[in-house]
C-alpha cells in the first residue's frame, strides 16, 4: 500500500485530488472504505 494512503478526512481538498489523479480506482477502492471513497468523489 502507498504511504500516502493515509486518512482522507486528514487530507487537503487539493491532496484528495491528487490522490484521485495519481491512483487507479482499484487502488483507491482497495485502500478506503466506502464512506471515505465517497469524500474522495468516488461512487461507493
Known amino acids: 500500500m502507498c504511504h500516502c494512503f493515509g486518512a482522507v478526512?486528514?487530507?487537503?481538498?487539493?491532496?484528495r485530488r491528487e490522490l484521485?489523479?495519481?491512483?487507479s480506482e482499484q487502488e483507491l477502492r482497495d485502500a478506503?472504505?466506502?464512506d471515505e471513497l465517497?469524500?474522495?468523489g468516488i461512487a461507493a
Open 38 to 40: 465517497e469524500t474522495l
Open 9 to 15: 478526512t486528514e487530507l487537503t481538498d487539493e491532496e
Open 32 to 34: 478506503y472504505s466506502d
Open 20 to 23: 484521485v489523479e495519481d491512483h
